[in-house]
């Protein structure tokens, strides 16, 4: 079992939906969140991070943490053509440095 | 440009032969990081540097994979006696030293190595 499931998708939507993407992992250690986009044959691009459980919003970016349920969220509201890209969560313990990934979800957003 | 750079974008090399890529951190982060990344999957990491120190380094990484960061400021990967299996995109990312800051990683646009 890998330390962090994420569904693959593909995920389609159209232009203005909602889009919610999650994350569920098995480490009970894991305090640090993060989510990243990655553009096709791009870097990944840090979104946000969170640390332990809680919510954090950024513009049309929510993060959830449910450390009970290992189960972390990213929501996109009001999706743009342009936020069709790779979501990739991550994970880190404290004092620690290294990053478990999730495989990514490739989202679509059609206009 | 203050993001993180690599150098070659993309790198095509035959098999048994020996490759090197460069990655140049965000000016102010001491964390530097190397990860690799097949299609359809997240990054893994290979190994870690500290400053000049390198403090962990993956299973993943076998004896052909070497990286060094001296000065603590470049960092290179090399991979000798390449096989087709390394095939992969190779990403460098670093971090700032302060606080839960350390934990946001930016990430360089990557070196593309196909071996044929």
């Known amino acids: 079992q890998k330390e962090v499931e994420q569904d693959p998708g593909p995920l389609s939507v159209p232009e203005g939906a909602i889009v919610s993407l999650n994350c569920t992992y098995s480490n009970s250690a894991f305090q640090y969140f993060m989510w990243y986009r990655q553009y096709s044959r791009k870097g990944p691009e840090l979104l946000m991070y969170t640390y332990s459980s809680g919510n954090k919003e950024d513009g049309r970016f929510t993060a959830q943490v449910d450390k009970s349920s290992k189960y972390i969220s990213l929501f996109i509201r009001d999706s743009q053509p342009s936020d069709s890209a790779t979501y990739l969560c991550?994970?880190?313990?404290?004092?620690?440095?290294?990053?478990?990934f999730g495989a990514g979800t490739r989202l679509f957003v059609k206009a | 440009d203050t993001g993180v750079s690599q150098d070659p974008r993309h790198k095509i090399t035959k098999r048994g032969q020996n490759v090197t890529f460069r990655c140049d951190p965000i000016?102010?982060?001491?964390?530097l990081y190397w990860y690799r990344q097949t299609l359809g999957q997240g990054p893994e990491f290979l190994t870690y540097f500290q400053n000049e120190a390198q403090l962990e380094k993956s299973r993943l990484l076998s004896d052909r994979f070497s990286a060094e960061r001296p000065k603590g400021s470049f960092s290179t990967l090399e991979i000798q006696r390449t096989e087709q299996g390394d095939s992969a995109m190779y990403l460098c990312?670093?971090?700032?030293?302060?606080?839960?800051?350390?934990?946001?990683?930016?990430f360089g646009p990557g070196t593309r190595l196909t071996v044929t």
């Open positions: 991550a994970m880190s313990v404290p004092g620690g440095f290294k990053t478990i």
């Open positions: 990312a670093s971090s700032s030293p302060h606080g839960e800051s350390s934990y946001e990683q930016y």
């Open positions: 000016s102010e982060h001491n964390r």
